[in-house]
């Protein structure tokens, strides 16, 4: 898509400077560099605008790494499917809690299923206490924001042993040297 507008933006260029040619040489020289001026500030804004998009998914880990990056208003509700669970989430702000249900929905036992909420302001809340899921079994989440300022929120299940690693020891190997500060299972650590 780049390769594409930066071909776009040649073409253009290539026609304004054709058709100042005509024009006496000192004119021409000033136009030429406003509209070279003109063409950059273009390309520099899509540039940025493209930017924009990739930084936000750089924070969010792949299929593997279980979180997905994906942002909630305060308002808004979370239906995620991964890896056979079906996580519903919301923030009950008359609770100071996130509020709902985790359910698998494949047809194996989900070993060790936990949920965290990751808020805007860097605290991970979680994770829950991991739990075995028969097929079609459900588990209620409540997790305490009591005392937490945010604007936004992620979340996401984890299964198993796996654990996405940002400190040296993992995220919730050593908790002082991971990323995030962190409230398990509702309480402050």
Same mark, same amino acid.
């Given at each position: =898509?780049?390769?594409?507008?930066?071909?776009?933006?040649? %073409?253009?260029?290539?026609?304004?400077? %054709?058709?100042?040619?005509?024009?006496?040489?000192?004119?021409?020289?000033?136009?030429? %560099? +406003?509209?070279? +001026?003109?063409?950059?500030?273009? /390309?520099?804004?899509?540039? =940025?605008?493209?930017?924009?998009?990739?930084?936000?998914?750089?924070?969010?880990?792949?299929?593997?790494?279980?979180?997905?990056?994906?942002?909630?208003?305060?308002?808004?509700?979370?239906?995620?499917?991964?890896?056979?669970?079906?996580?519903?989430?919301?923030?009950?702000?008359?609770?100071?809690?996130?509020?709902?249900? /985790?359910?698998?929905?494949?047809?194996?036992?989900?070993?060790? /299923?936990? /949920?965290?909420?990751?808020?805007?302001?860097?605290?991970?809340?979680?994770?829950?206490? +991991?739990?075995?899921?028969?097929?079609?079994?459900?588990?209620?989440?409540?997790?305490?924001?009591?005392?937490?300022?945010?604007?936004?929120?992620?979340?996401?299940?984890?299964?198993?042993?796996?654990?996405?690693?940002?400190?040296?020891?993992?995220?919730?190997?050593?908790?002082?040297?991971?990323?995030?500060?962190?409230?398990?299972?509702?309480?402050?650590?």
């Amino acid at each position: =898509m780049l390769k594409s507008i930066i071909h776009l933006h040649h %073409n253009i260029s290539v026609m304004f400077i %054709n058709s100042y040619l005509t024009i006496t040489k000192s004119k021409r020289i000033m136009r030429i %560099n +406003k509209l070279l +001026k003109a063409i950059f500030s273009v /390309v520099l804004i899509q540039i =940025m605008c493209v930017s924009c998009n990739f930084g936000q998914s750089e924070s969010a880990h792949n299929e593997e790494g279980e979180e997905s990056g994906k942002r909630y208003d305060k308002n808004e509700v979370c239906e995620d499917l991964r890896k056979g669970t079906k996580l519903i989430l919301k923030y009950d702000e008359s609770a100071l809690a996130f509020v709902g249900t /985790v359910e698998n929905v494949s047809t194996k036992v989900i070993k060790k /299923v936990r /949920v965290e909420v990751h808020l805007s302001n860097g605290v991970e809340l979680g994770p829950t206490k +991991k739990v075995n899921l028969v097929p079609g079994e459900k588990t209620e989440i409540n997790l305490s924001a009591k005392g937490q300022s945010f604007e936004w929120w992620s979340t996401h299940a984890e299964t198993g042993n796996s654990e996405h690693g940002h400190g040296e020891n993992g995220e919730h190997g050593q908790r002082e040297k991971g990323e995030h500060s962190h409230v398990e299972n509702g309480e402050h650590n």
